[in-house]
């Protein structure tokens, strides 16, 4: 009786031990360890398992980041020439827009173009830059086109603001430097426009005039054959 006793006692003494030990939070056997912890990859670390036995890759060829697309003007005097002369704003001139990009234009810009646009920033008055024009510089004869150019890609002492600044806030810069190139000039005050809906500036990259001339011919040959329809029937 004792003995059975003294077995009973020894399993529950065994099966108090086994239960005390277990984690609610992960399971008691591991078949496959690895589905349960990653192994931890150093950032730019050397192993054999990846090409090149290098961690960090480079992105696939031709990918780009989430929320951003390529600008179709190179870098160059021939891009900037077209960019002049072909690129628009999208965004409509509301009171609104403008408003927003005097704020952003204060925070990037004025420090060296002033706050008038005269090329009297801060820094110019201090002499860290010299020779920034002003906006109504007849030499340069800034348009939306030439302003955008500018900011993406950056020109001479004025570095690029593509990665500091969204595509929207690019253009509405655009409307604010336009809108002190007008007050310098002495040109009338430019009428406000209507707010567009959402769809109607959803498309706010830089396109190639060349593309809108093509959907321009596409548009006016559907329109065309669509009369000569309607005159048959």
Same mark, same amino acid.
């Given at each position: 009786?004792?003995?059975?006793?003294?077995?009973?006692?020894?399993?529950?003494?065994?099966?108090?031990?086994?239960?005390?030990?277990?984690?609610?939070?992960?399971?008691?056997?591991?078949?496959?360890?690895?589905?349960?912890?990653?192994?931890?990859?150093?950032?730019?670390?050397?192993?054999?398992?990846?090409?090149?036995?290098? /961690?960090?890759?480079?992105?696939?060829?031709?990918?780009?980041?989430?929320?951003?697309?390529?600008?179709?003007?190179?870098?160059?005097?021939?891009?900037?020439?077209?960019?002049?002369?072909?690129?628009?704003?999208?965004?409509?001139?509301?009171?609104?827009?403008?408003?927003?990009?005097?704020?952003?234009?204060?925070?990037?810009?004025?420090?060296?173009?002033?706050?008038?646009?005269?090329?009297?920033?801060?820094?110019?008055?201090?002499?860290?830059?010299?020779?920034?024009?002003?906006?109504?510089?007849?030499?340069?004869?800034?348009?939306?086109?030439?302003?955008?150019?500018?900011?993406?890609?950056?020109?001479?002492?004025?570095?690029?603001?593509?990665?500091?600044?969204?595509?929207?806030?690019?253009?509405?810069?655009?409307?604010?430097?336009?809108?002190?190139?007008?007050?310098?000039?002495?040109?009338? /005050?430019?009428?406000?426009? /209507?707010?567009?809906?959402?769809?109607?500036?959803?498309?706010?990259?830089?396109?190639?005039?060349?593309?809108? /001339?093509?959907?321009?011919?596409?548009?006016?040959?559907?329109?065309?054959?669509?009369?000569?329809?309607?005159?048959?029937?």
């Amino acid at each position: 009786m004792k003995s059975l006793f003294k077995r009973y006692l020894l399993l529950f003494i065994i099966a108090a031990t086994v239960v005390s030990c277990v984690e609610n939070n992960k399971p008691n056997y591991e078949y496959m360890p690895n589905m349960y912890r990653t192994v931890p990859y150093e950032t730019y670390g050397e192993y054999p398992i990846f090409e090149n036995g290098q /961690e960090a890759k480079l992105p696939v060829e031709g990918t780009v980041s989430r929320g951003w697309m390529p600008y179709p003007y190179e870098n160059d005097a021939e891009g900037y020439a077209s960019a002049k002369a072909n690129l628009e704003n999208p965004l409509p001139y509301t009171e609104d827009n403008l408003a927003e990009g005097k704020q952003l234009y204060t925070i990037y810009c004025a420090v060296c173009h002033g706050d008038e646009g005269d090329g009297q920033g801060i820094l110019a008055e201090r002499e860290k830059i010299l020779g920034i024009p002003a906006y109504d510089d007849a030499g340069r004869a800034i348009t939306e086109g030439s302003v955008y150019h500018v900011m993406y890609y950056g020109l001479n002492n004025m570095g690029s603001y593509a990665s500091q600044t969204s595509i929207e806030e690019r253009w509405l810069i655009d409307h604010y430097v336009m809108n002190l190139k007008d007050q310098l000039a002495g040109n009338p /005050e430019r009428e406000f426009e /209507e707010a567009a809906s959402f769809n109607e500036v959803e498309n706010i990259i830089p396109a190639v005039n060349a593309d809108k /001339e093509m959907v321009s011919k596409e548009t006016s040959t559907t329109s065309s054959e669509e009369e000569e329809n309607q005159n048959e029937e």
